[in-house]
C-alpha cells in the first residue's frame, strides 16, 4: 500500500528523483538529503509502513539483511572507521518522516559527530531497575 501524501513513497516508487544507490522489488536505499557524514543512506521500503510497529516480521528480517549487505559495502568502498545504525520511532524518538526508514551512517575518526549520536544516562535504584525488568520480561 502507497499513501499518495508521503514523500517517501513516492521517492521509493520512483516517482520523485533521488540518488538511489539501490534498488529491488521491495526497497530503494537513496542518500539522505542532509547527511549527518559522507555516505549517510537510509533504506527505504516500497510499501508504506509508518514505523516498526506496523511492519511485518518478514519485512523487517529482509531490512536487516540488506543493512549487513550495505554495511560490508560502505566499510569496503568509503573505508569508514564505523557506522551507526538507526532507526527512529515516533516523535518522541526524532523521526520526522513517517514512512519507515533505517539510517546508515559510515562515521570518521573525528567527523565532527563524536558528541551527538548518544544519549544521556539515568542512574536508576535497583527498585526501578526490577519494575522495568519486570515489565519487559517476555
Ligand atoms: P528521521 O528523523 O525521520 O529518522 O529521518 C528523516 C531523514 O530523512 C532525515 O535524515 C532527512 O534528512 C531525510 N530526508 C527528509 N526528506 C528527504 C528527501 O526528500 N530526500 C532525501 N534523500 N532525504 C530526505
Ligand atoms: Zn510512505
Redesign the pocket.
Known amino acids: 500500500m502507497k499513501d499518495s501524501n508521503c514523500?517517501?513513497c513516492k521517492?521509493s516508487g520512483g516517482e520523485?528523483p533521488?540518488?538511489t544507490i539501490y534498488e529491488d522489488e521491495e526497497f530503494r536505499v537513496?542518500?539522505?538529503?542532509?547527511?549527518?557524514t559522507k555516505g549517510?543512506a537510509?533504506i527505504l521500503p516500497k510499501e508504506h509502513y509508518a514505523n516498526i510497529y506496523e511492519m511485518p516480521e518478514e519485512t523487517a528480517a529482509h531490512v536487516m539483511k540488506l543493512a549487513r549487505k550495505l554495511a560490508v559495502h560502505m566499510k569496503e568502498t568509503l573505508k569508514c572507521d564505523g557506522l551507526n545504525i538507526?532507526?527512529?520511532n515516533g516523535e518522541a524518538?526524532?523521526?520526522?518522516?513517517?514512512h519507515f526508514?533505517m539510517?546508515l551512517i559510515p562515521r570518521y575518526k573525528q567527523d565532527g559527530n563524536e558528541d551527538k549520536l548518544c544519549w544521556n544516562h539515568l542512574e536508576l535504584s535497583e527498585e526501578e531497575f526490577q519494575a522495568i525488568h519486570q515489565k519487559l520480561k517476555l
Request: net charge neutral; aromatic share 8%.
Open positions: 514523500i517517501f521517492i520523485i533521488s540518488k537513496i542518500l539522505d538529503i542532509s547527511p549527518a549517510h537510509l538507526m532507526q527512529n524518538a526524532g523521526q520526522t518522516v513517517f526508514h539510517h
